[in-house]
């Protein structure tokens, strides 16, 4: 038995917003409630209220769903599902680096699911599941310019005989030249995907033919993808069935849901990319099929996803619990780190999101324990995998929240989209955006304490250190003159945690009857904190 994991949101015959995720019946009848903020794992200080603020972006009667946008060097494009006239029509917003709209919402004269965006330099394209020929779905996209207009109008990218789904958090991608486009494609609705991309220049024209991405027999789903500026990776979730024993199961029901990369060259002037290399797994426990996500740092990508804690047979698919779960992996495929437990928090941890703010990656996933109240929460992940803090609330409001990131770190700042819906009933709420300050890993927070045990060549030097959740190295600076600070404690202390912790030296070979400036120091990857200059005398002889 071959089941379809297609992670994408898209619109049913009925109506209804979807993430089309099979056997996660669930969902296949209600709708999300979208908060897009993604944050470093640090500790829940590091993201007080005053670094987040929210604002309207698609907010009319009608029901609508926004969760991609893309930057063009001066305004926001956020691609968004439905209207006031309908939950289907394909839209959008530009919004400023304030958060307030510029220009009216822009229409595309088409239907579908939600749209993923991206820029070239020049104009935006914004991709989309079209359902004009439902259930046999189609990839189309729109052009549109930095003002707002459309570009031409709407084309096709792949009308194949089936079901075409695009199903992954990042769908399309600029290499510098021209687009990549990936989706799902599937010879009937539910049937077993196989995972495709197709290159689009920057005029609508198709750069070569598809390419099919997977090169197992089912796919799976949820292709999503990234770019570090040589080769493309793309990420997604494929079924494995087996008649033998895994994992203490066995038969046809024994399955399990693995993480496959593949690597793609980006494109030429006239020559589309190629596949490089074959399949290489990520992960081969049992992972979820609720969502995963990658992103790149400049020398590794870290890919998350969730992962069941039993086989869908033994606890059914709402019966296990879900952790978050991460690898490191290298531009040559091979796994940089061991399996990083994001959280392991008890219930249902699913959908989890990543970007990195040029300092550290940014982890958020919903918490779906409660059906009724999906909370949002945060962890941050240091460049070489360790985890940085305690995980955070991110969004704990009434109602179901979902989280998404666009991964777009501008002027301090990363943006991302809120789809607040109040009950689970299939229907969509507001899109509003939000911005968090970017760089929340905190330097120390360091007091210099009094002098005590002083003698004619000695004094016991004391403070505390809070290392803000990074592990911090603590050390006294000292000297006969203020604000020189020729001389440090000998000794280092290592401290890690999110309280103030007591830190003390006893420094010798000090002249008697001396007057001495000191004072605290720390340092985490953060930076360097001191705290203030306080004096002590030595005994006479």
Not at 158 to 182: E, M, P, T
Not at 234 to 252: F, I, K, M, Q, Y
Request: charge should be negative; hydrophobic fraction near 35%; aromatic fraction near 12%.
């Amino acid at each position: 038995m071959v089941r379809n994991i297609s992670c994408s949101s898209v619109p049913n015959k009925f109506g209804v917003l979807w993430y089309s995720v099979a056997l996660f019946s669930f969902l296949l009848t209600i709708t999300f409630s979208v908060l897009s903020l993604f944050a470093e794992q640090g500790d829940a200080s590091e993201l007080s209220s005053a670094s987040i603020s929210m604002f309207p972006i698609a907010t009319t009667s009608g029901r609508e769903f926004g969760l991609s946008a893309a930057f063009d060097g001066t305004n926001y494009l956020v691609g968004i599902q439905g209207d006031q006239k309908d939950h289907a029509d394909i839209t959008a917003q530009l919004v400023s680096q304030t958060g307030a709209l510029v220009g009216s919402r822009i229409s595309v004269p088409r239907t579908g699911g939600v749209p993923s965006v991206a820029f070239d330099g020049n104009n935006y394209l914004m991709v989309w599941g079209d359902d004009a020929n439902y259930p046999n779905d189609d990839i189309y996209g729109q052009f549109i310019s930095t003002a707002g207009t459309l570009v031409g109008t709407p084309f096709a990218i792949n009308q194949a005989a089936g079901y075409q789904d695009q199903s992954g958090l990042r769908s399309v991608i600029f290499d510098g030249l021209n687009y990549f486009v990936v989706w799902g494609s599937a010879p009937v609705r539910d049937g077993c995907n196989d995972e495709y991309g197709q290159f689009v220049k920057p005029n609508g024209q198709l750069l070569g033919s598809p390419i099919k991405i997977n090169q197992t027999g089912c796919g799976g789903g949820g292709t999503t993808l990234t770019f570090d500026g040589t080769r493309i990776l793309a990420v997604w979730l494929s079924e494995w069935t087996s008649g033998g024993t895994r994992n203490g199961c066995s038969g046809d029901d024994c399955e399990a849901v693995n993480v496959i990369g593949q690597f793609i060259t980006k494109s030429g002037a006239g020559t589309p990319g190629a596949l490089l290399g074959n399949n290489f797994w990520i992960s081969e426990s049992p992972v979820s099929k609720h969502g995963l996500s990658v992103s790149f740092n400049g020398t590794n990508y870290l890919v998350v996803f969730p992962e069941d804690t039993g086989l869908w047979n033994v606890c059914g698919d709402n019966g296990c619990n879900y952790n978050i779960s991460a690898y490191l992996v290298t531009t040559g495929g091979t796994l940089a780190s061991s399996k990083i437990a994001v959280t392991s928090a008890d219930g249902q941890q699913r959908y989890p999101f990543v970007v990195f703010d040029g300092t550290n990656y940014l982890v958020t996933w919903i918490d779906m324990t409660d059906t009724t109240n999906w909370d949002i929460y945060g962890q941050y992940i240091s460049n070489s995998g360790t985890i940085v803090g305690s995980p955070f609330p991110v969004d704990t409001d009434n109602g179901n929240q979902f989280g998404g990131f666009t991964g777009l770190a501008v002027d301090g700042k990363l943006f991302g989209m809120v789809n607040n819906v109040d009950t689970i009933d299939g229907k969509i709420g507001d899109v509003y955006g939000m911005f968090l300050s970017v760089g929340s890993a905190t330097s120390p927070k360091v007091t210099t304490g009094a002098a005590t045990h002083i003698t004619k060549t000695s004094a016991k030097l004391s403070g505390t250190v809070n290392p803000e959740g990074l592990s911090t190295t603590a050390w006294f600076e000292y000297s006969k003159t203020s604000g020189s600070y020729t001389k440090k404690s000998k000794k280092k202390k290592k401290l890690n945690g999110t309280a103030d912790l007591p830190v003390s030296f006893t420094v010798f070979r000090l002249s008697p009857g001396t007057k001495y400036y000191y004072r605290l120091a720390a340092e985490n990857e953060a930076g360097a904190s001191h705290g203030s200059e306080l004096t002590f005398t030595t005994l006479s002889k």
